[in-house]
């Protein structure tokens, strides 16, 4: 199983990113994929997830209208656009796959990850 992310991202405040998160080994459209992220010095914090099967997602409440999923099943990838980007936004961000459809956001719950994507906002 591989599943390796895109390179560290740097953008100015107010501009977008796309990271993306491609994948080898596994049953892609039988697991859901998550994207969290762990900003400087804090926990890991859950953005929400894609269903690769019907491309269903879901959000967390303070991420809606600012974060898009996507995946592309022919090439076994996700990903994750986050737009009107501000510095609290800086952190590194992680795709997880799992085949559980329900999570109690323990890193457990997770059976692949990315290797992580660094995001640095700043102007």
């Known amino acids: 199983v591989q599943v390796v992310q895109s390179g560290a991202e740097l953008r100015n405040p107010g501009a977008s990113v796309k990271v993306s998160c491609k994948t080898s080994?596994?049953?892609?459209?039988?697991?859901?994929i998550d994207w969290v992220r762990q900003a400087p010095g804090q926990g890991l914090e859950w953005l929400g997830r894609i269903d690769p099967e019907d491309g269903g997602t879901k959000l967390a409440r303070k991420f809606q209208g600012r974060v898009t999923f996507t995946t592309d099943t022919s090439s076994r990838a996700a990903y994750v656009e986050l737009k009107s980007l501000r510095s609290e936004d800086t952190a590194v961000y992680y795709c997880a796959a799992r085949s559980s459809s329900v999570t109690s956001g323990s890193p457990a719950d997770y059976d692949y990850w990315g290797q992580g994507t660094q995001v640095t906002v700043s102007s």
């Open positions: 080994g596994y049953a892609f459209t039988e697991h859901f």
